[in-house]
């Protein structure tokens, strides 16, 4: 059964910093991986959709990278801003059926 | 505009009142599937539908009822709700192909008392 966890739960970073969210999954035989936005009481809005046979998309300030092998993909997002304020998570597997982690609360201070 | 729609956004009900949530996708989308979203545990599968009336049993399936009768529509049934089907619930929509995205709706927060 695939298991999918999100390190760190939470993160407060100041306004410019570079960070990394990272998402790990224990079955390799994914055929995707998608990393979503959720903001308070609103839905998951996705951000970037990795295939399997990919290693990593890019999306203005959002960069996610894949690795199959190791059981891992990173969420980096440039030059932070308060407006990405929200809670990330990351879904593994089909398109039909995502396994996923509970989710990094970021917060961006001014 | 490409979208799942969910309806309603908020419910409140009573324990064992029956009731439905409508999910519709304007995308020809073959697979839908409902999520839950519990604190700490993440979103859950609940049931998913491959096509018109072909459905099956997701992760967490006890007390929810699917049906398929139309492409565009998964409607959500909990013919007896309970106090611990308080939650968060998404819909969910993808093309045939494992690879591709996944559309989500913008959420029902159920709450029964």
């Known amino acids: 059964k695939q298991e999918v966890t999100q390190i760190p739960a939470a993160l407060s970073v100041p306004e410019g910093e570079n960070l990394v969210l990272n998402c790990s999954f224990t079955?390799?035989?994914?055929?995707?991986l998608q990393w979503f936005r959720q903001d308070p009481g609103k839905g998951l809005t996705s951000l970037l959709l990795?295939?399997?046979?990919?290693r990593e998309q890019t999306s203005g300030r959002l960069n996610a990278s894949l690795d199959k092998s190791s059981g891992r993909s990173t969420l980096y997002i440039a030059a932070s801003q308060p407006g990405d304020s929200a809670t990330y998570l990351c879904g593994s597997g089909t398109a039909s059926k995502l396994t996923f982690g509970t989710g990094t609360r970021l917060q961006v201070t001014l | 505009e490409a979208q799942v729609t969910q309806n309603p956004r908020y419910l409140i009900t009573v324990t064992g009142k029956k009731l439905t949530v409508t999910c519709s996708q304007n995308m020809n989308h073959e697979y839908m599937s409902w999520y839950r979203q519990d604190p700490g545990l993440g979103l859950r599968q609940i049931y998913y539908?491959?096509?018109?009336?072909?459905?099956d049993k997701g992760d967490v399936p006890e007390g929810y009822k699917v049906s398929r009768k139309e492409k565009r529509n998964f409607p959500l049934i909990l013919e007896s709700p309970s106090p611990n089907q308080t939650s968060l619930y998404f819909c969910?929509?993808?093309?045939?192909?494992?690879?591709?995205?996944?559309?989500f709706g913008q959420g029902t927060r159920l709450t029964v008392v």
């Open positions: 990795i295939q399997s046979s990919q």
């Open positions: 079955d390799s035989a994914i055929y995707n």
């Open positions: 969910a929509s993808s093309f045939f192909d494992r690879g591709t995205e996944a559309f």
């Open positions: 539908s491959m096509n018109v009336e072909v459905t």
